[in-house]
């Protein structure tokens, strides 16, 4: 099976606190790492970083420069090659012009989330990114919130509709991307 | 598909570290919640967290008590629920012990890691894992030691043998799970 080139964004606003309020969430480091090496595993071409806060934009920034031209660069170079995917951006819709601009008008924005009850299942939407470029948005915190999802944008049907459903946004990512890809899907590289 | 019944194990020693050294890894906080959480969606009985480092124990132990019994407990009461499959042991193989103690002395410890070249394909795996109560183990650090591998265990394949192949163990560990039971699977819950 052959997927056209994809992309991943981890959104940090607008998504859910516990509460269920609106809020921008926290960049951490173990997110910009995990995801970086998943997108790297499975030839991801964007790992999109979406953040409005500067100051977390500018957080994301020194790490990803320590792990590419610091001292990180020599001491962990998979750590080098698996960042160069990663895109900061200011919101969504930044992050899926980018996406338009280097993929193709066509590209499209495929969201993900725990809490709604139906979605694409999963042949179908391999059948989507065999024909699209497709961007798998992902919410940081209590999942994206709902005017995300208000958009008449396609999502995923979620990864087990079993009784504990809470995967952190890391393990669930990891999850999308292998079923939608597996062990012998191709998926294209930007030229 | 019905599977008996599940546990994984997430081992802190004997694993090498980026040079090839045999080392203890630290435990961390957000590999216990992560791989808790999987443990809880996928309806697992056991979650061993293996380490021989005494003072390692310990910070696990109050990580958990929080969440069970401290401020933790009413502040999220999912990540409660998700670590009462949590069991810290000294080693291997009294995690071993004990799963054969509770889910029958047939059941067998599967490894995993990312570093060899063959292994047990999932269709193999998930047939396994409806005949034996299987114990899947995870390496942190750079992976499992070759001691580990040198056992007659069973091992599994690598999750992609790409060229980049650097999967952080939560992200690794959550992939391996979904494609041995995936959203279909029942795995039975211990009596």
Same mark, same amino acid.
């Given at each position: ?127 989507? %990114? ?14 994206? %919130? ?14 087990? %509709? ?30």
């Amino acid at each position: 099976m052959t997927f056209k080139p994809m992309a991943i964004a981890l959104v940090h606003h607008p998504v859910l606190d516990r509460r269920g309020d609106v809020v921008t969430s926290a960049v951490t480091n173990l997110d910009i790492h995990d995801l970086a090496r998943l997108a790297a595993t499975y030839n991801l071409a964007r790992y999109y970083l979406v953040t409005p806060a500067v100051e977390q934009q500018l957080l994301a920034s020194r790490i990803v420069e320590h792990w590419q031209k610091g001292a990180g660069a020599s001491y962990n170079p998979d750590r080098r090659q698996a960042l160069n995917s990663l895109r900061i951006m200011d919101n969504l819709d930044a992050a899926l012009d980018d996406w338009r601009s280097l993929a193709g008008p066509e590209s499209l924005a495929v969201l993900t989330g725990a809490r709604h009850q139906d979605g694409i299942d999963y042949p179908d939407a391999r059948t989507l %990114a065999t024909e699209y470029p497709v961007m798998l948005v992902f919410g940081t915190g209590h999942g994206l %919130a709902p005017e995300v999802y208000a958009s008449d944008r396609p999502c995923l049907a979620p990864v087990r %509709a079993g009784q504990y459903n809470h995967l952190s946004v890391r393990t669930a990512a990891a999850i999308v991307i292998d079923r939608l890809i597996g062990e012998h899907g191709l998926v294209l590289p930007l030229l």
